[in-house]
């Protein structure tokens, strides 16, 4: 009978994707309304020079492909294996398995969805809130009759990467924060739900999200004054508010937070939770996916520079450093307030570091870095805690008090370390000229704070509908016996450890 029930649950789930790919194709080409004469473009591609000023096309560097697919591999670690050891060893033993599937497939479905429509989404000119499906299928980003593969911009003038390398970088961010998601909802999620869930929140949260913050039309587009304010409006909403995100924590770790939180209110509690010793049950996976997380968010960061540069070193360094701040002020945390410090304290203090240090990595100076990572270690302690106690879900990775905390924590203290006064690097003000500024820490600060709201809301309300939509058609939740007896051997048939 179970397996009978579960093929029937598969073939729902099928027809719900099936539904729901139908549904964001034509709900994302009808809200843009493309006029027929816009041509297809690459995501945030330099434009072609007139014809009249014909100028050789620029050539990628070797060294900034060699390190943004370098970057992309690591990136890539931090989800298989680092973020399912990570998880995995935090659940229970009759779950540990389930877990590491869900990191495994999550990953390679969003992968998949990503190629097929989510990088154009994100990263092709529409409107301030989704790009048009020029990039259906990466359609244009190859062609194999010339040999030419497009080029997508960095952030310097006359500088390029294959815009395929850049496709595949954005892969790996969009990947993990849809599997940072599964850590709230652990121990009780029926696993079809899980991916008919991260079908309609990938597609409606966080590629709209990442054109949000992340689309603009690239330094070469800004040729003289008079296109400066023709260029600003073809970019993503918060982008054009100038806020500051250099690798995510409003599009990450915020985005990935709050849509945890909501399916752990909406999924509800473990059954004996509260009431039940839960511990993790193997500290030494944990430990291990947060040492590969460490290792592997060198290239979440400093990758996002987009070039082997000085601005990548600021945020290899940057996140170097505030991650052994937050693990050592986590750990002084839990001293004090709790007696011992723990090995999962340890764990979750580097990862807290790291979070909050993302949206910062590439914009604030050295005195910046110690000050978030020592102020993450310690707000997050609370956000597990404290804040947990208050919000009353069972979050049961602490998906909100780590991402979501964290990353507010480093998004708006962006805001205040990017000031030169405090040896931050400022931001570009006029990208015709190149020149840097700094608009003044209360008017940065309102930016960044517009920024995370307008995040935190856009996931909340998308996650809700999502889970919504996924109960009603499938359900969330197995069953009692099922979640009793663990999720390895009731949804998968095998078992992460044989007696």
Known sequence: MRLRSEENVMKKLCAFLA??????????????????????????????AKKEEAK???????GDVAWMLTSTALVLMMSVPALALFYGGMVRSKNALSMLMQVFVVFSLVTVLWCIYGYSIAFTEGNAYFGYLDRLFLKGTFD???????????????????????????????????CLVLGAIAERAKFSAVLAFIVLWFTFSYAPIAHMVWFWMGPDAYTTAKVVDEMNSKAGLIWQWGALDFAGGTVVHINSGVAGLVGAYLIGKRIGYGKEAMPPHNLTLTMIGAALLWTGWFGFNAGSALEANGTAALAFINTYLATACAVLSWIAGEAIFKGKPSMLGAASGAVAGLV????????VGIPGAFVIGTAAGLVCLWGVSGLKKLLGADDSLDVFGVHAIGGILGALLTGVFNDPSLLGPGLVEDWVTGKVGYPGMGAQLWIQFKGVITTFIWSGVVAAIAYKVVDLTIGLRVSEEDEREGLDTTAHGEAAYRM
């Open 56 to 62: 050789p096309a620029p050539t990628p560097n070797k």
């Open 356 to 363: 909050a240090i993302t949206p910062a990595a590439g914009n």
């Open 19 to 48: 539904l729901v790919l139908s549904l964001a194709f034509a709900g994302v080409t009808f809200a843009q309304e493309k006029p027929a004469a816009v041509p297809d473009k690459p995501a945030a591609a330099a434009p072609e």
């Open 144 to 178: 194999p009759a010339k040999g030419e593969f497009a080029m997508a911009a960095t952030f310097s003038k006359g500088v390029v990467i294959p815009e395929l390398v850049f496709v595949a970088f954005q892969a790996t961010f969009a990947a993990i924060t849809c």
